[in-house]
C-alpha cells in the first residue's frame, strides 16, 4: 500500500496522526477549483472539519512516483494527483466537484 491509500485510509478511520504522516514535511496541498495552496497542518485542520462523511476510494492508479486517487466523499468527488518522494507524499493536487472550499 502506498502513502495517499493510507492517507485516505486515514481521513475515512479519523486517524489524524496516519493523515499528517503521510506527507514529507515542506509539503503542500494545492486545490485549483479553490485557487488555494494549503500546508499539510491546514490540510489536516480541514479535513477534520469535514469528518463525518462517508469515503469511498474508487480508483487508485499508480505509475512510478506518481498515484492518482478517484473518490467520493459525501456527495461530493475528488481527483487526487500525488507526487511521492522517498515513499511520502511530497505535492498534491486535489479537484474536488460537488463542494464547497
Known amino acids: 500500500m502506498n502513502a495517499p491509500e493510507r492517507l485516505w485510509r486515514g481521513l475515512a478511520a479519523h486517524d489524524w496522526a496516519a493523515v499528517r504522516s503521510q506527507f514529507r514535511p515542506n509539503a503542500t496541498v494545492e486545490w485549483p477549483h479553490a485557487g488555494r495552496s494549503l500546508p499539510v497542518d491546514e490540510y489536516v485542520a480541514v479535513q477534520r472539519e469535514r469528518a463525518g462523511r462517508p ?47
Open 55 to 101: 469515503i469511498d476510494v474508487r480508483r487508485v492508479v499508480a505509475e512510478g512516483r506518481t498515484v492518482v486517487v478517484e473518490a467520493r466523499v459525501g456527495e461530493a468527488w475528488c481527483a487526487g494527483f500525488y507526487d511521492l518522494h522517498d515513499g511520502l507524499i511530497a505535492g498534491v493536487v486535489e479537484y474536488w466537484v460537488g463542494e464547497a472550499s
